[in-house]
């Protein structure tokens, strides 16, 4: 029988929100989750079983021995110096960007990173059997019960250092983020125009698909890969109503053709 965890949730945002319900939904006891503010905490208790809300970081008397940060990166520092924790605790948290020495000056026994390579919402549910963990630990122990909750999980985990983190991080934002951005641009253009922007899924699917299939450099086309000025310059000139937008096309369409 695999390992079953009781663990304490420290924050109410996305990756908290999801991560709760599909531990629980793994076998794991959520026993506490802790919110600064208390009616998010409740919020988030009430989708689970029986789970505790809170608004102290005093966790002396909890009988949770996985304790998981899902705070903002720039809270991460200060939770885990305020946190009272019993002993042999395991204290992870789940940012792709901040290095595992954030958790050493906590009063946990042993610390690690169970980072989630996932953009989440909370309208959207999530399959955690397709999203990689990227996990690290200095104890041998805590990486292999971090990979036992993957496991759980049925999610791929891999053992990645926090400078190799932070590249993949990075990579992450211009994959997800920055081409999510990109789709909101056209479809601010669509909308400008009065037009219906779901003229462009299908060539937004099949692009995506393309990249994943051929990879980026052989799938990429447009007027940029083929040098064509005429098009480029007629294309930037439309978008002169907006001095921004223009210069992001001028800049990435320059790019585009430096890396062809």
Not at 3 to 18: D, P
Not at 69 to 91: T, W
Not at 95 to 112: N, Q, R, V
Not at 212 to 219: P, Q, R, T, V, Y
């Amino acid at each position: 029988m695999d390992m079953k965890f009781t663990i304490a949730i420290i924050g109410t945002g996305n990756v908290a929100w999801h991560l709760s319900s599909a531990l629980e939904n793994a076998g794991h006891e959520i026993l506490e989750v802790y919110g600064r503010d208390i009616q998010k905490a409740r919020q988030l208790s009430s989708r689970l079983y029986a789970t505790e809300p809170q608004d102290h970081l005093d966790f002396t008397e909890s009988k949770a021995n996985l304790f998981i940060i899902a705070v903002s990166d720039q809270a991460i520092a200060q939770v885990a110096e305020a946190v009272l924790l019993p002993e042999r605790s395991i204290l992870v948290h789940t940012s792709g960007t901040m290095p595992l020495d954030i958790l050493s000056y906590s009063s946990a026994d042993f610390t690690g990173i169970l980072y989630p390579l996932q953009g989440f919402s909370k309208s959207r549910e999530v399959s955690f059997e397709e999203v990689p963990f990227l996990l690290e630990s200095e104890d041998k122990e805590t990486l292999k019960n971090l990979k036992k909750l993957c496991k759980s999980l049925k999610a791929p985990s891999h053992e990645i250092r926090s400078k190799d983190r932070r590249s993949i991080h990075v990579a992450a934002v211009f994959a997800a983020n920055f081409t999510n951005h990109m789709v909101f641009m056209a479809e601010s253009i669509m909308k400008r125009q009065g037009l219906d922007f779901d003229i462009l899924k299908p060539l937004i699917i099949e692009q995506m698909n393309k990249t994943l299939l051929l990879g980026a450099s052989d799938a990429q086309t447009g007027p940029a890969v083929r040098n064509d000025i005429n098009t480029l310059e007629n294309h930037h000139d439309y978008l002169s109503y907006n001095e921004q937008l223009a210069e992001i096309y001028r800049n990435i369409s320059q790019d585009i053709m430096d890396s062809h």
